[in-house]
């Protein structure tokens, strides 16, 4: 039992490796372009898996249409330009700065002001309520204290 | 009065998930409405002798419905495409997507045909250039060869009756 898990763990690269099609390429500058887009773009198929990790048929196409391309000295933004054209920005993992994309990018710097201005808010509001307890405690009242406080402040 | 803005904010928050959860992350907009229906020409699939092309739909109101034999939910929005075909309510050309020949003649004389013309597209090229990534799909297209309508996923009778059909009728009458 032991050996068949481990064959199989053993096997295991193997079949990852099994997903990604060897691909050749003239220049290393071709080959970079390539390997970007197979992170930078969605499976559309399976949402949550770029190029390079999906075995989904729709993957396997966009791949060999994205090598066809590169092949044809298409630049980088060539080739995403001509994927947003069909699929649309949600074929790119890195959505673009844009107005209807300000939320998803600019949201999460929102909440985080508002999580330290509450943050700010609640630990002021609690010292205060510390300092009036001290106050009340200690037996005088308000006008009291005025007075104490004044006459500290002439000697 | 303290609480009403945690109270507030956790309300605000249960609204907006509630909301999320109605939306299905799986459709995707498509980014070709009101553009240009991308051209293909490709091999009948009857005739692979001849060829489709989009331009020879130019002037008409016309759906292209993206299916394959292997797709499961085309054989559930099957029935209802026969039915529009048999009213002759629009011209339907099927794009047969990345599908073996002989398994989606087979698939036709076993469900019935309500296409005029099914144009092949074995690679799945043409699929790319509209940008479909799950079929069934369907798309309207109007007079001057512009997408108007994408639908994802099977077509069903709601579907029809609250969007494509009131579209069809007004395309038709636009010039």
């Known amino acids: 039992m032991k050996k068949l898990i481990l064959a199989l763990l053993l096997s295991m690269p193997f079949c990852l490796s099994a997903a990604i099609e060897q691909r050749e390429f003239e220049t290393p500058q071709q080959e970079h372009i390539y390997k970007t887009l197979l992170e930078e773009l969605r499976c559309l198929v399976c949402q949550n898996q770029n190029l390079a990790a999906s075995n989904a048929g729709l993957a396997q196409d966009l791949r060999q249409q994205s090598y066809e391309m590169v092949v044809q000295g298409k630049s980088l933004d060539e080739i995403t330009g001509y994927m947003v054209d069909r699929y649309g920005d949600f074929v790119l993992y890195r959505p673009p700065f844009k107005p209807i994309t300000i939320l998803l990018w600019l949201g999460p710097f929102i909440l985080l002001i508002i999580g330290l201005l509450a943050a700010f808010y609640f630990i002021r509001s609690s010292q205060s309520a510390e300092t009036e307890t001290s106050v009340s405690q200690s037996g005088l009242s308000p006008e009291d204290i005025r007075k104490l406080l004044d006459d500290e402040k002439q000697p | ?175």
């Not at chain 2, 008409?60 to 029935?79: D, Y």
């Not at chain 2, 075909?85 to 339907?92: D, Y």
């Not at chain 2, 398994?103 to 790319?128: C, E, H, M, N, T």
């Open chain 2, 1 to 175: 009065m303290r609480h009403i803005l945690p109270l507030g904010a956790f309300i605000l928050l249960v609204a907006l998930l509630g909301f999320g959860l109605t939306l299905d992350p799986r459709k995707v907009p498509s980014v070709l409405i009101d553009k240009p229906a991308p051209l293909f020409e490709l091999v009948q699939l009857h005739q692979p002798d001849q060829t489709i092309s989009t331009t020879d739909m130019k002037g008409k109101v016309w759906m292209l419905n993206v299916w394959a034999s292997w797709c499961g939910a085309c054989r559930q929005e099957h029935p209802l495409l026969v039915e529009l075909a048999r009213k002759k309510v629009i011209e339907i050309v099927g794009l047969d997507y990345k599908d073996e020949t002989g398994a989606a003649l087979q698939w036709l004389k076993q469900f019935g045909d309500p296409y005029s013309v099914i144009a092949y597209d074995g690679d799945g090229r043409a699929g790319i250039d509209w940008g479909v990534y799950g079929v069934p799909e369907t798309f309207i297209i109007d007079k001057q060869g512009f997408i108007r309508h994408k639908q994802i996923g099977p077509l069903t009778p709601e579907s029809l009756e609250k969007t494509i059909l009131p579209l069809i009728n007004k395309l038709k009458e636009e010039a």
